[in-house]
């Protein structure tokens, strides 16, 4: 199989993918990211390692099995291709065209989108039989969920194979279909847009937001801490996703949101959101 994206989740997948015994060919946009990926995976079988739920010698096969390119026709042969490239609309309409040009005509190409209707990016390929979404979540080597998103236009057969994978890397698939948010952002995103006019409103602090739904509904994070962990960007993102299909002025992002963004406060990959890291 083939990944596209040197990010969080593409690094989160291959490792997924090589552990469930696949070959991987992985796509970045420059030798260094491509090295960081390769150390990042090394440094988590390392903690699995010292943990004694993997040991060296499998360590080692499951990392033979890992070949990093800057070349996409290196993806000519896979079966299987996984975009995790930046929720860009433009930026995957890009790549799922190139893609299609390099990719062997049986192949499936996938995304890993959690923002836009996957019919958008199979229609920019000459075989949108073959595209569908496998959207892992964040990390990818932990969480069981994979939403397997069908299309007006995408085979059985494809959806099938799509599901298969899912199952072979030991995951939960559920199948759904092609509409902005899917399932658990269109419930999720809400939750979160609404802790933030919670706060807004100086109804309560953050970390007592916080504190009241891990311990009122007994999630494992409360809103604050899940929205530094996705990404204040990208939860913009998606909520204008959900507002563009629906209208509905629940999506619209809190303000506050939308100024953090413009102030770089992205969460933990800017070392500052609502908290500081």
Not at 64 to 79: H, K, M, Q, W
Request: net charge negative; hydrophobic share 40%; aromatic share 6%.
């Amino acid at each position: 199989m083939g990944l596209v994206g040197s990010g969080i989740m593409g690094s989160g997948i291959a490792e997924t993918a090589i552990e469930s015994g696949y070959k991987v060919t992985l796509l970045s946009r420059t030798p260094e990211s491509a090295q960081l990926i390769v150390a990042s995976i090394k440094d988590s079988f390392e903690r699995k390692i010292g943990k004694h739920k993997k040991t060296s010698t499998q360590a080692d096969e499951e990392l033979g099995r890992l070949s990093v390119t800057n070349e996409i026709s290196d993806l000519a042969d896979c079966d299987l291709v996984i975009e995790t490239v930046v929720e860009d609309l433009d930026v995957k309409l890009r790549m799922m065209r190139s893609l299609d040009a390099v990719c062997k005509p049986s192949a499936i190409i996938a995304t890993n989108t959690s923002t836009f209707p996957v019919i958008e990016l199979a229609a920019a390929t000459s075989r949108p039989d073959k595209v569908c979404g496998i959207h892992f979540f964040n990390p990818a080597p932990v969480m069981k969920l994979v939403e397997i998103v069908k299309t007006l236009v995408v085979s059985e057969d494809t959806i099938q194979a799509a599901n298969s994978f899912a199952l072979s890397c030991n995951k939960e698939p559920v199948i759904v279909k092609d509409q902005a948010g899917f399932i658990v952002n269109c419930l999720l995103f809400p939750y979160l847009n609404n802790a933030v006019k919670l706060l807004e409103q100086g109804v309560a602090s953050m970390e007592d937001i916080d504190t009241a739904m891990k311990g009122g509904c007994g999630f494992p994070m409360g809103p604050f801490a899940l929205l530094d962990l996705v990404g204040l960007d990208t939860a913009v993102s998606i909520l204008n996703s959900l507002y563009d299909e629906f209208k509905d002025p629940n999506f619209s992002p809190a303000p506050l949101l939308k100024r953090m963004v413009t102030a770089k406060l992205c969460g933990r990959k800017t070392r500052a959101g609502f908290y500081k890291y």
